[in-house]
């Protein structure tokens, strides 16, 4: 299945933006906000396409698994393993909302997926929305995935993945282990390393898809809840990029015809 196929804007939505646009043409500002009105309330019917990408292993399937609350072998559970597993970009349906869906992704970085030619591979410019997920340390790769997301002027979240490997090893090795200052540098590493490669503030989370109520991962699914309408709302507003203009153009000419109004 071809990322392409999913990531066009309905028909509907289309049909929408015109009349919309028509009704800033030819209607006055009142209907034409009407339109928009009814438009915006469509929001809920916006399909937001999420991609989970990152290096081969970081754990991509499993966590789309868990996120849907499935275990890696029940029935319609994403294939996780052990080798390269994921070969082509495959659509899940997100357990809560009905138009988003998460594609998991082929990771990158193996002979299959050569990070000069993953982005293509993959259809990575049709996505509207990015989950890196990244285990054990922080990549160039990552880095390269998070630059190309903001050239798209799209957001990304960071999943630092595995992180009971990394609570285990240490508990074994260190013997002044202290949980807290391990998870802070982890945390550290990653924004820094994102923070460093011109990434502002990224919003970095640490989950153990084997554990999930440790860590981040009921933070990141709050995160989530509360986010997603907005990332609807600005997939909306870029399939009508015209609209802003064509308002602002209307208003101007409104000023200006009430001023010439109270001039005479
Ligand atoms: N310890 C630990 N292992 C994990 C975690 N998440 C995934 N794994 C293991 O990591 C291996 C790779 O997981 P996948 O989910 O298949 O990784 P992927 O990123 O989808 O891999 P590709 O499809 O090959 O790109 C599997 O053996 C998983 O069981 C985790 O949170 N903790
Ligand atoms: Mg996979």
Redesign the pocket.
């Known amino acids: 299945m071809m990322a392409d196929d999913y990531c066009e804007i309905s028909e509907d939505d289309i049909k929408a933006a015109r009349q919309i646009e028509e009704a800033l043409e030819n209607e006055s500002l009142t209907s034409a906000s009407g339109k928009i009105q009814e438009y915006l309330k469509k929001i809920s019917d916006v399909q937001l396409n999420i991609a989970i990408t ?10 789309i698994n868990v996120l849907r609350g499935l275990g ?1 072998e029940e029935e319609f559970s ?9 070969q082509k970009a495959t659509p899940y349906q997100h357990p809560k909302h009905q138009n988003v869906k998460l594609w ?1 992704l ?2 990158i970085g ?1 002979t299959n997926f050569k990070p000069e030619t993953y982005l293509q591979q993959v259809g990575f410019d049709c996505y509207d929305f990015f989950i890196i ?1 990244s ?1 054990e340390r922080f990549r160039v790769n990552d880095v390269n995935l998070a630059k190309k997301i903001q050239e798209m002027k799209k957001s990304f979240y960071f999943v630092r ?5 990394n609570i285990d090893a240490e508990k074994k090795r260190k013997k002044n282990f202290n949980q807290d200052e391990t998870l802070q540098n982890i945390r550290q590493n990653c924004v820094e390393g994102l923070r460093d490669h011109g990434q502002g503030f990224p919003q970095v989370f640490l ?4 554990e999930l109520h440790l860590y981040d991962f009921p933070n990141l699914v709050e995160t989530m809840e509360k986010e997603l309408p907005d990332y609807k709302r600005r997939v909306l507003l870029l399939s009508i990029p015209n609209m802003s203009l064509k308002i602002n153009q209307r208003k101007k000419e409104n000023l200006q015809a009430n001023i010439w109004r109270s001039a005479f």
């Open positions: 990152g290096e081969s292993g970081s754990g991509k399937s499993t966590f890696d994403a294939p996780t393993g052990v080798v390269e597993t994921t998991d082929p990771g193996t997920v285990s993945s595995k992180i009971d490997s989950i153990s898809s084997f």
